[in-house]
């Protein structure tokens, strides 16, 4: 069993960045993968990035590749999303994800947390 705990969410103006973390506890935490997605209003689940806790490996989407930034920090049990250069259209309740399998683009994912919002102003 795996637990997450996100923060780091608010209001930000366009062009402006944030940066998300996610806390993981459990037996299994440090062996997971561990994703961030996000849920606009009326819209449903997208994958935005992932991370293995060895390597690591790194995989995004490609709306945000360049802007964003995944990484972890295994002393903390922690996975940040760095987010640059914040559109209007990132607007969405984010969640953290942590799961298994063979790469960072196939992970099978069990685990969530409860969501952080993140609003952009234009």
């Known amino acids: 069993q795996v637990q997450l705990v996100e923060s780091g969410g608010g209001l930000v103006q366009a062009g402006g960045s944030l940066r998300l973390s996610c806390a993981a506890s459990g037996r299994t935490a440090r062996s997971a993968a561990m994703g961030w997605f996000r849920q606009a209003s009326g819209k449903e689940r997208d994958f935005v990035a992932a991370i293995t806790w060895s390597g690591p490996s790194t995989h995004y989407s490609d709306s945000v590749k360049g802007r964003f930034t995944i990484a972890r920090n295994n002393a903390k049990d922690t996975v940040y999303l760095q987010m640059n250069s914040l559109k209007p259209e990132d607007t969405a309740v984010y969640y953290c994800?942590?799961?298994?399998?063979?790469?960072?683009?196939?992970?099978?994912?069990?685990?969530w947390g409860q969501g952080t919002q993140v609003t952009v102003s234009s």
């Open positions: 994800a942590a799961g298994f399998g063979a790469n960072v683009t196939l992970v099978e994912y069990r685990y």
